[in-house]
């Protein structure tokens, strides 16, 4: 597709946001230092943070804030760009950053002291086990820190199945209302799956094809190359289904699936996917083994060099039945999508990183090339959600020159990187702002969590009845060879993935 410039009026505009106190509990761990300081420090380096606004890492560690500013210093260099790390922006982002100690004796009150009183905007974000988030909100409503400018954040997993979703939910609204609660779904913050959103409602071009009469299937393949690394003991607990499939892929579901909404504001938005959420029809144990394929990672190798199974993983105990893959075939069951299948499919250990939604069109309904029938393939759209962000649009065109009417399938390509030539933020550092804004647009609302789990309930349960183990697969391969049969069977196959 020809490249267009952007014009200079779409760039980079910084919406300013108001004065913030943004505390991090958990200020000293893996998230904290490798996705949010980070974030917070390019919002910073962009000038969206307002003079006087300060972030307050927390945590039990004993230490006074140098120490603090040096650990967060030395994840910065590590995590931001070496281009955009400068020691002046670090300097002004440095002055922001303050550390409190809250199993010392005196930690809340010292926490309270260092929040200013000046009834600005307090993000209290909970980078901690939501084991503990009830716990801390107590303490935080017990120090009187709650106003109506007060805003928590949590991340998943929230809950493993519908029960204890229900109870963390219940935990954190205990001291704040729904309104004041900011569910993170990191994949709501890529900037790609905002795209799906333009995509669909920024463009009269597609919508009308958007339902079961245009569309034989949609596929959506969240693949990753990695295996579980150090990870062991919370992932083995978990599985791809609860670590990808409850949160991220449905979230992708229910944008792709969604009807338009009244407006782009926070309930409206979520209005329309809990729509989709209560739609998904039900995996009972009888539909399992022809609706879902568990897989697990046994030595293989990726990228070319070698790497262990699942189960020499760190933290993996010998019984486990723990799967790093899964592939799904699913329903929405209202009219739109009435018969069109969706193929949802995740995991770890795949041959590359590659995240994708796949609308698949229907064939022509005549063909006037009989002769080369094999050749006309049906439409495809390819939305690229990482890496190399974009849009593939194959169309059926004909083969330059003579040899008679050959035809071939090629696309229409939108990359993201050429057609706008500027830096794509993590999908966090929307998110973190979004918060002090006050928009919960791509925050999930309660009821959408707990319709996921109740879906995602019905598989875990069929799982859980047939007691076995999940099927092997050599790592650096696609899956188990049941997850390309369950898409054969229909007639289908999967996407390959095209590198770029
Ligand atoms: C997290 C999962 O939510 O998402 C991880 O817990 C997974 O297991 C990660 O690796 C994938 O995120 P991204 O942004 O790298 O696609």
Not at 241 to 252: S, Y
Request: hydrophobic share 40%; glycine share 8%; with cysteine.
């Amino acid at each position: 597709m020809h490249q267009h410039q952007v014009p200079s009026r779409f760039k980079a505009k910084i919406i300013p946001v108001s004065i913030f106190d943004f505390v991090v509990f958990g200020g000293t761990g893996d998230l904290a230092l490798r996705k949010l300081m980070p974030s917070l420090y390019y919002r910073d380096k962009d000038g969206q943070i307002p003079t006087g606004s300060r972030i307050i890492g927390a945590s039990r560690s004993d230490m006074d804030r140098a120490a603090y500013i040096a650990i967060v210093k030395e994840h910065l260099v590590k995590h931001v760009r070496d281009e955009d790390f400068n020691e002046e922006c670090w300097a002004a982002f440095a002055e922001r950053l303050d550390y409190v100690s809250t199993e010392v004796p005196n930690g809340w009150q010292n926490l309270k002291q260092a929040l200013a009183a000046d009834g600005r905007i307090r993000v209290f974000y909970l980078s901690v086990p939501p084991g503990i988030f009830g716990s801390t909100c107590g303490k935080i409503h017990q120090h009187k820190l709650i106003d109506d400018q007060t805003r928590v954040v949590i991340e998943k997993p929230i809950g493993r199945d519908l029960e204890t979703s229900c109870e963390i939910n219940d935990s954190v609204g205990n001291y704040f209302h729904e309104g004041q609660i900011y569910r993170i779904d990191h994949y709501l913050g890529k900037e790609t799956v905002q795209n799906l959103m333009a995509l669909r409602f920024a463009n009269s071009l597609f919508e009308p094809l958007w339902t079961r009469n245009w569309i034989d299937h949609i596929q959506i393949t969240v693949a990753e190359s990695i295996g579980i690394g150090t990870r062991g003991g919370y992932y083995d607990k978990s599985g791809a289904l609860r670590d990808m499939v409850q949160n991220h892929i449905l979230q992708l579901l229910c944008l792709v699936a969604m009807e338009t909404p009244k407006e782009f504001g926070a309930n409206e938005v979520r209005d329309e996917k809990l729509k989709v959420l209560r739609a998904l029809r039900k995996i009972g144990p009888e539909d399992f083994k022809s609706h879902v394929v568990m897989g697990r990672y046994r030595e293989g190798a990726v990228g070319g060099r070698p790497v262990i199974g699942y189960m020499e993983e760190k933290g993996i105990p010998e019984d486990s039945r723990t799967e790093s893959y899964v592939a799904i075939k699913a329903h929405v069951d209202n009219w739109r999508w009435a018969g069109v299948p969706f193929y949802l499919r995740t995991g770890k250990r795949m041959p590359r990183r590659t995240s994708e939604i796949v609308i698949q069109f229907k064939k022509v309904p005549h063909l006037i090339f009989p002769r080369n029938a094999d050749e006309v393939a049906p439409n495809r759209m390819v939305i690229r959600l990482q890496p190399d962000e974009g849009i593939r649009l194959y169309l059926m065109t004909k083969v330059p020159g003579p040899g008679g009417f050959r035809m071939q399938p090629t696309p229409l390509d939108l990359s993201f990187a050429e057609a706008f030539k500027m830096r794509y933020p993590d999908g966090y550092e929307r998110l973190v702002m979004d918060v002090v804004r006050g928009n919960q647009t791509l925050f999930m609302r309660r009821d959408e969590v707990e319709a996921a789990w109740m879906w995602a309930d019905t598989i875990l349960n069929g799982w859980d009845n047939l007691n076995t183990f999940p099927q092997s697969y050599t790592a650096g391969t696609w899956g188990p060879s049941a997850a390309i049969a369950l898409i054969e069977r229909d007639g289908r196959t999967w996407y390959e993935s095209e590198k770029r």
